[in-house]
């Protein structure tokens, strides 16, 4: 025997409730094991007391007929559901959402944050264009379903409408057909026309239904609604026109001429849409009519629409390709077969690929849904939740007691420890400045030195450039230093004398600096007069804001060279950047990145003894001229 799971399909239509519990095996065949249907009267095609007739007719059919599944695929009244057929031009694939988003906020008649949409495109036109389905429904009436349902404990999967519904059964049931089929469905309120044709379907809703008949009817012979509906069912007929006599029974031929009228005003909307379908949608003329719904076994019905459409007539069998469990009565469900089209089609959703499928459920639903079916767990986890910070809670009471335990030994042994600590503090705070003042001490020893180390680094830069531009050009290169200034203004290292010949000659005369600025830089010793060795006015060894304006941040290199250009005309440029290189290299000094030449090169004549030429050196560390 084969698993089955088993699953219910609703039609809530406007006159009738139908449902049908299905099984679906593991080869993939729809079997029918239950079906019901429970009338809904009058009411049911009223909105302000449909809801409670529908939940009663549901809780009827449940507990009469035992229907024990709990899945549900649902089916929105015809009336209650906008669909149109829309052509959208030839566009790329990724703006169809876009432009459909366009169309249903044209064609809806409800603004789009009040309704639940949908569409499927259909195929495209000969020209080209896309031929979409747009479907819509109110998102209050969906509500109302999801809570009808889950008020029998049941969860609902999807809301489809009658005309996906009903198209998906004769697509599975009536495939073979060749030529143009056209199925008329006639409900209670409304009426859905299908044209199916090459793979292709149109549908129309019609605003003609059955009780029309009844409403009418009951006018006329002063009946109750319910007295008309019954009467309309046992005795009701479609007149088959003047040719015919009237039956005996007054009531009888009352109702047969009214059941005509509907029939006929039903007929116009058929020729209409027919027309409509052959001209702008490029269709054939029927070959055959299928009829549908409730009130289409009404006797005569068949032989009205034959007579007037000429065509051949026949009956919709939805159950044609599906299998009946054998403990089901035939000839019970052969009387309802005719109406039970867009149960079928629901219960298809489950087990085959749907030439058209739609969904109408909105996501308020599918979130509450979602929470109630997460609804045991979460309630399992907060439960889980409690019991795991309760055990917390006292695994933390033990440790805090074991803590405090412990604290109170530790501090009995460190209450003398801090009394120690307290006649430190003060031996830490002279240390703390006896070692601030040494720091300080050290920095300017190392200063002091600083100046003689830069002058040797500039001297060894001249004499490599020098050195390096004779084995270049083989020839003399003559360098040499003739102004060192810093960029404060107003004080020259150099004493406004030159260098002279500065090269490896120890008897050669070196750089002059002012005599109180070589002292102060370690190059003469220090003498007693002028506070010059009082480095440290301060008693803590710091230096004023004055003094801080004496830093020197950059210096000016003025160097000269003999003019080699009569020998070769690059030798000048070769010679003053070569220094500026070995200057750059000096990374321990300079700034490689802002040590550069000052200008562009002084073009001298060939007949000039020398050239000259500046650098700008950005010091690594400032220089302080306060000691």
Not at 83 to 102: A, C, G, M, N, R
Not at 115 to 137: C, F, H, K, N, R
Not at 251 to 259: D, F, G, T
């Amino acid at each position: 025997m084969l698993k089955s799971k088993s699953f219910l399909s609703i039609d809530l239509g406007a006159g009738c409730v139908k449902v049908a519990e299905f099984d679906q095996t593991d080869s993939g065949s729809l079997v029918l094991k239950k079906f019901g249907q429970h009338p809904l009267g009058l009411p049911g095609a009223q909105d302000a007391v449909r809801e409670g007739v529908v939940k009663k007719a549901l809780q009827s059919l449940i507990t009469d007929q035992g229907f024990n599944a709990k899945n549900i695929n649902a089916c929105a009244p015809g009336y209650q559901v906008f669909s149109k057929f829309v052509k959208l031009p030839p566009v790329d694939s990724s703006k169809v959402t876009q432009i459909i988003q366009y169309e249903a906020q044209q064609n809806v008649p409800f603004p789009l944050e009040e309704v639940v949409w949908d569409y499927q495109i259909m195929g495209t036109s000969p020209s080209g264009e896309l031929e979409v389905l747009l479907v819509a429904i109110k998102t209050d009436l969906v509500d109302k379903v999801f809570k009808a349902a889950e008020s029998h404990g049941m969860v609902l999967n999807l809301v489809d409408v009658s005309q996906a519904a009903i198209c998906n059964a004769f697509r599975y049931n009536y495939g073979d057909l060749e030529g143009c089929t056209m199925l008329l469905d006639i409900g209670a309120k409304s009426s859905n026309l299908l044209f199916f044709e090459k793979g292709k379907m149109f549908a129309r809703s019609i605003n003609v239904g059955a009780n029309s008949i009844t409403q009418e009817f009951s006018t006329e012979a002063k009946m109750r609604f319910p007295d008309a509906e019954k009467f309309k069912i046992e005795q009701g007929f479609v007149s088959l026109g003047g040719a015919y006599e009237d039956p005996d029974n007054p009531q009888q031929a009352q109702i047969s001429k009214i059941a005509r009228q509907v029939m006929t005003r039903l007929h116009i909307q058929v020729n209409q849409t027919m027309q409509f379908y052959r001209t702008q949608q490029g269709g054939s003329a029927p070959d055959r009519l299928f009829l549908a719904g409730g009130a289409s076994i009404m006797p005569y019905t068949a032989q009205f629409f034959a007579e007037k459409l000429n065509v051949e007539v026949e009956y919709f069998n939805p159950f044609r390709a599906v299998e009946i469990d054998p403990s089901l009565n035939l000839e019970d469900l052969a009387r309802v077969a005719h109406s039970f089209g867009e149960v079928v089609g629901l219960g298809l959703r489950n087990v085959v690929q749907c030439p058209v499928e739609l969904n109408l459920m909105p996501k308020s639903s599918l979130q509450r849904q979602e929470f109630n079916r997460k609804k045991p767990y979460l309630i399992s986890s907060v439960f889980g939740l409690v019991l795991v910070v309760a055990a917390i809670g006292l695994f933390y009471s033990q440790v805090f007691g074991e803590k405090q335990k412990v604290m109170n030994r530790l501090q009995t042994i460190a209450a003398p420890l801090q009394n120690l600590e307290g006649q430190l503090k003060p031996e830490e705070s002279t240390l703390a400045t006896q070692l601030s003042k040494v720091e300080a001490f050290e920095g300017l020893v190392q200063q002091r030195f600083y100046w003689t180390d830069l002058l040797q680094v500039i001297r060894g830069s001249l004499l490599e450039a020098e050195s390096e531009a004779q084995k270049r050009f083989s020839l003399d290169a003559g360098l040499w230093l003739e102004a060192l200034k810093p960029d404060s203004p107003g004080i020259d290292l150099t004493g406004a004398q030159t260098f002279d010949d500065w090269d490896d000659d120890e008897d050669e005369a070196s750089p002059m600096m002012d005599i109180e600025m070589m002292k102060r830089y370690g190059l003469l010793p220090m003498g007693d007069s002028g506070g010059d060795d009082d480095w440290d006015d301060d008693e803590d060894g710091a230096t004023s804001d004055e003094d801080n304006e004496d830093l020197i941040t950059k210096l000016t290199l003025s160097c000269r060279g003999v003019n080699r250009r009569a020998i070769n005309p690059n030798a000048n440029n070769s010679l003053a950047f070569t220094l500026l290189q070995k200057l750059q290299t000096q990374t321990n000094y300079f700034n490689a990145d802002d040590t550069k030449l000052i200008g562009e090169l002084a073009q001298v004549n060939a007949e000039e003894g020398t050239f000259k030429f500046e650098i700008s050196l950005k010091l690594k560390e400032p220089i302080s001229l306060v000691d």
